[in-house]
């Protein structure tokens, strides 16, 4: 199931790969597409929205709902 997330914060290319590992932490089989220029975060998963929010908050972002 595709999820999507507005993601806060995210201001380089570091911060991209942050969240890609905290996310891939949580499901390895994830497939995560990031667009930091419009604060996107899509998770192709089938494993619950909310562990991904806590992930990405973990890393110090901001996930608006």
């Known amino acids: 199931m595709n ?6 914060g995210m ?4 911060c991209e790969k942050a969240i ?3 996310l891939l932490a949580f ?3 994830a497939k995560i597409v990031i ?8 998770v192709l ?7 991904f929010i ?3 908050e973990d890393e110090g972002y901001r ?3």
């Open 35 to 42: 667009d930091r220029t419009v604060d996107f975060v899509e």
């Open 11 to 14: 201001t380089c290319g570091h």
């Open 45 to 51: 998963s089938d494993l619950p929205a909310e562990k």
């Open 27 to 29: 499901d390895p089989q």
């Open 54 to 56: 806590q992930a990405i």
């Open 3 to 8: 999820q999507f997330f507005n993601v806060q």
């Open 20 to 22: 890609t590992k905290a």
């Open 63 to 65: 996930v608006v709902h």
